[in-house]
């Protein structure tokens, strides 16, 4: 079966630097999204990765491995506006996206 | 960016009506775009993809009688839920990828759908 498991929440102080692992088991592999979702909103996009290695985007980076199956969002700086759950999505062999349950990222001051 | 809107952004039926959710591609074509239905403190549970010119591929679970779905247009999908339910109140949630491009994913701002 198809399968992404992330952490259920995690919590870090404003200003530090936190990183949500993502690991994904699926059937084809055509890229691997993050996104970020507030409550009460659709998620916004965040990052997209397809080859191996570190996308870096202002405060936000993502890394991905194929060959382990592992990816993880890189967030900076934190703000408390970066409170949210943050859901890894694999893109599979049909293009449809499987997600993860989400992170929920608390921050405090 | 690309813009994905959905219509209406809330809405509240009594149970026993049919509810139609419009989910629209402003600035590019879509030939296939997503449904999506989100319950409090859960992931996005694919419910469908809607195919412009053809029949909708429900998920497993997915009652088609009861979530009709009609792409009538290369811009255009809606979503009915017929004879609402209390249990069908959740957030609903379109997605689309340009026809070009199948690793974007545009969502739509979501349609919270409150049945009394």
């Known amino acids: 079966g198809q399968n992404i498991d992330q952490p259920t929440e995690m919590t870090a102080t404003e200003g530090a630097i936190v990183q949500i692992n993502c690991t994904y088991q699926?059937?084809?592999?055509?890229?691997l999204f993050w996104y970020q979702q507030h409550a009460g909103e659709a998620p916004t996009f965040l990052s997209y990765n397809v080859l191996d290695g570190l996308e870096e985007k202002g405060r936000f980076s993502s890394f991905l491995s194929r060959s382990k199956g592992y990816s993880y969002l890189l967030l900076k700086e934190l703000q408390m506006k970066d409170s949210a759950s943050y859901l890894c999505a694999v893109s599979d062999s049909n293009y449809q996206l499987i997600w993860g349950a989400g992170t929920k990222l608390i921050i405090k001051p | 960016g690309a813009v994905v809107s959905q219509h209406p952004s809330w809405v509240i039926c009594k149970s026993g009506t049919s509810v139609k959710i419009e989910c629209r591609s402003l600035d590019f074509q879509a030939t296939t775009m997503f449904w999506y239905r989100q319950f409090p403190k859960q992931s996005l549970m694919l419910m469908a993809t809607s195919n412009e010119g053809s029949k909708a591929t429900y998920e497993q679970g997915v009652e088609k009688d009861k979530f009709l779905i009609n792409h009538a247009s290369l811009t255009l999908s809606t979503l009915t839920v017929t004879s609402a339910h209390p249990e069908d109140s959740s957030f609903y949630i379109c997605?689309?990828?340009?026809?070009?491009?199948?690793?974007?994913?545009?969502f739509g701002p979501g349609t919270r759908l409150t049945v009394l």
């Open positions: 699926t059937s084809g592999f055509n890229g």
């Open positions: 997605s689309a990828p340009p026809s070009s491009d199948y690793n974007e994913q545009f």
